[in-house]
Nanobody, 116 residues
Framework: QVQLVESGGGLVQPGGSLRLSCAAS????????KSWYRQAPGKERERAAF????????NYADSVKGRFTISGDNAKNTVYLQMNNLKPEDTAVYFC?????????WGQGTQVTVSS
């Protein structure tokens, strides 16, 4: 059974940090490019961070560049999103995504709320 399961979300104060994890099972995770998307209330889903299948190439939305870092551990079938200096506008549901060609998998999402 194919699964992507996110964890690590929660409530954090502005300026704080969180690390999201996404554990994959049921497919060859290492062959897939990985991304973290987010969707705030009333807004479209946007891609926050991308990492190629081999991990050599990464790309970030301008809004998170310099604050977020995507990384992966293919041996553990897990991708991470380290989020530092969080801002209220980072509040959203964060989704893990794995894609190769037309094969796309999504996690169920984890809520991140940045508020004092």
């Amino acid at each position: 059974q194919v699964q992507l399961v996110e964890s690590g979300g929660g409530l954090v104060q502005p300026g704080g940090s969180l690390r999201l994890s996404c554990a994959a099972s049921g497919f060859t995770f290492s062959s897939y490019a990985k991304s973290w998307y987010r969707q705030a209330p009333g807004k479209e889903r946007e891609r926050a961070a991308f990492m190629s299948s081999g991990g050599k190439n990464t790309n970030y939305a301008d809004s998170v560049k310099g604050r977020f870092t995507i990384s992966g551990d293919n041996a553990k079938n897990t991708v991470y999103l380290q989020m530092n200096n969080l801002k209220p506008e980072d509040t959203a549901v964060y989704f893990c995504n794995a894609q190769v060609g037309r094969s796309v998998y999504w996690g169920q999402g984890t809520q991140v709320t940045v508020s004092s």
